[in-house]
């Protein structure tokens, strides 16, 4: 089992940035695929960014440029790098892991920009 745990979210204003962490309570160089998700009120939850165990990643259109993940197995952490916030990036954001026979999910962190 993973247990994963979030940290870093808050209240930004537009145009600032938010850096997330997600903690894993083991090792995560064996975790084949590592992922933010968000969920905003009303709304489905929705990939972010997604970074496989051989770094490859992948970004949500809207959140391409703005938005870079990394992982450091070194630490078992996570991260999401959130500049330019937009009101549209405010959700609960979720850390996901997949180790190719489960998935596990973090509680979320809530991450609020003001207009």
């Known amino acids: 089992q993973v247990q994963l745990v979030e940290s870093g979210g808050g209240l930004v204003q537009a145009g600032g940035s938010l850096s997330l962490s997600c903690a894993a309570s083991r090792s995560i160089f064996s975790i084949l695929g590592m992922g933010w998700y968000r969920q905003a009120p009303g709304k489905q939850r929705e990939l972010v960014a997604s970074i496989t165990k051989s770094g490859t990643t992948t970004y949500a259109d809207s959140v391409k440029d703005r938005f870079t993940i990394s992982r450091d197995n070194a630490n078992n952490t996570m991260y999401l790098q959130m500049n330019s916030l937009k009101p549209e990036d405010t959700a609960v954001y979720y850390c996901?892991?997949?180790?190719?026979?489960?998935?596990?999910w973090g509680q979320g962190t809530q991450v609020t920009v003001s207009s």
């Open positions: 996901r892991a997949n180790t190719g026979f489960s998935t596990y």
